[in-house]
């Protein structure tokens, strides 16, 4: 069993829906989440960061972390086709200043204009 | 554009070569990560360094290896290439908050 599991869809969506991404994991451990968006062949590029159970806002986006259930997501308002790639979950533990970013698969999303 | 730069964009090798990835981190960043994606393992960690030393080590292969050089940029050296380290490489840099990483375009590597 993967430490990080993602839905890798596809998820295909009118343009103006609200998208759910979610990600669940196992390692109690984790501490840091972020969601990264991945257009084709580009590098990641880091949408938000939260260390804490709750909401954590930002513009359209918003991202949510249940430490309880082991369970985060992204919601994003409002989508636009702009918003079209792949979006990838990371967690991490705090280690002094070693890091390594746990991924999810992925989420393939399509906004349809 | 993160700030961090990767080169070359693309290589392509063959069987049995060795290869050298170059990677220039955020002006400031100390630390700089290395990541491997492939179709069938997504994102992975390989290796970080922190200011010219080892920090952290992943699933990283014994034919790999990196370092990371006085005026902080690295180098990812890959050797006895197999065709299953045909990949996208990804290089990404961070300041003193080691979970807000950068993430450069990536070099994308086919072993023939």
């Known amino acids: 069993q993967k430490e990080v599991e993602q839905d890798p869809g596809p998820l295909s969506v009118p343009e103006g829906a609200i998208v759910s991404l979610n990600c669940t994991y196992s390692?109690?451990?984790?501490?840091?989440f972020m969601w990264y968006r991945q257009y084709s062949r580009k590098g990641p590029e880091l949408l938000m960061y939260?260390?804490?159970?709750g909401n954590k806002e930002d513009g359209r986006f918003t991202a949510q972390v249940d430490k309880s259930s082991k369970y985060i997501s992204l919601f994003i308002r409002d989508s636009q086709p702009s918003d079209s790639a792949t979006y990838l979950c990371?967690?991490?533990?705090?280690?002094?200043?070693?890091?390594?970013?746990?991924f999810g698969s992925g989420t393939q999303l399509t906004v349809l204009p | 554009d993160s700030g961090v730069t990767q080169t070359p964009k693309h290589l392509i090798t063959a069987t049995g070569q060795r290869v050298t990835l170059r990677c220039s981190p955020r002006s400031g960043d100390l630390s700089v990560y290395w990541y491997q994606q492939s179709l069938d393992q997504g994102l992975q960690f390989l290796i970080q360094?922190?200011?010219?030393?080892?920090?952290a080590k992943g699933n990283i292969l014994e034919r790999f290896s990196a370092q990371q050089f006085p005026d902080l940029h690295s180098e990812l050296n890959l050797s006895s290439l197999e065709l299953g380290d045909s990949a996208l490489y990804f290089c990404a840099s961070s300041a003193t908050s080691y979970n807000e990483q950068f993430f450069g375009p990536g070099t994308r590597l086919t072993v023939l």
């Open positions: 360094y922190y200011n010219g030393e080892e920090r």
């Open positions: 990371a967690m991490t533990i705090d280690s002094g200043s070693a890091r390594q970013l746990t």
């Open positions: 939260t260390y804490s159970s």
């Open positions: 390692n109690s451990a984790f501490q840091y």
